[in-house]
Structures are given as structure tokens and as C-alpha cells.
């Protein structure tokens, strides 16, 4: 097993396509280890050429919304004010302090995502 840095899409291929031939490793041997250190490799190798920016705060709350299975109602219900809510969603409002911190604890919503600044619409 020699491993190396993974640099170029060529070596990245030649990387999966290795480790499509131990999937079936087990965990400890060799082959384990090294299908481990080949993902890891690629891992870093994917996330250096393809790098994904955070969402907008008013994208992440949509999406927590999304996943809850709630309606942009709740929204408004968790901050108690369904105007203001409104107003956050259709970016005419920024989120306030203490609601990023609602939003962190009540929802766990990643408060680096929620303190992004961002551009609003013309009022």
C-alpha cells in the first residue's frame, strides 16, 4: 500500500476507483486501513477543488423549515412575531441578535451561518 496526496481529478479517479475494489474490506486488515487513509485523502482532495459556501442565513432557515416538515408559520411562532418573520424571509429584515440566538438553540441552527451578513431588497 502506497499512498500519496491526492492532487489532480486523474489521481482522485484512480483513488475511487481503488477504493471500489475494497468496499468489501474489513475494518483493521490492511485493505480496511487502507480504503480509511483512501477516503480520507479524497475527502480533503474534494473539499480543497470543490468547496461549498455556507447557505444564507434566510436559505439555512428555510431548509431547518424543510426538514421539521413546518410551514414559514413557525417561524414566526418561534420569534412572536409573524411579521417580523416575514420580513426576515423576504430579506427585507435582517435576523436580530437574539433571534440568531433562538434560532441557535431552539432549532440548532449553526450560529457562524446565522451571523452571515447579507444583502437585503430594496424596501
Known sequence: MTLKPIRTKIEQKSALKRMDGLMGAKPGTEEGDELDILAEL?????????????PNPVAAILFRLDQMHLKKGAFGELIGSRSHASEVLNFKRRLSMSIAQKLHKEWRLPADVLLQTYELTER
Open 42 to 54: 479524497v475527502t480533503l482532495y474534494e473539499q480543497r477543488t470543490f468547496p461549498i459556501d455556507p
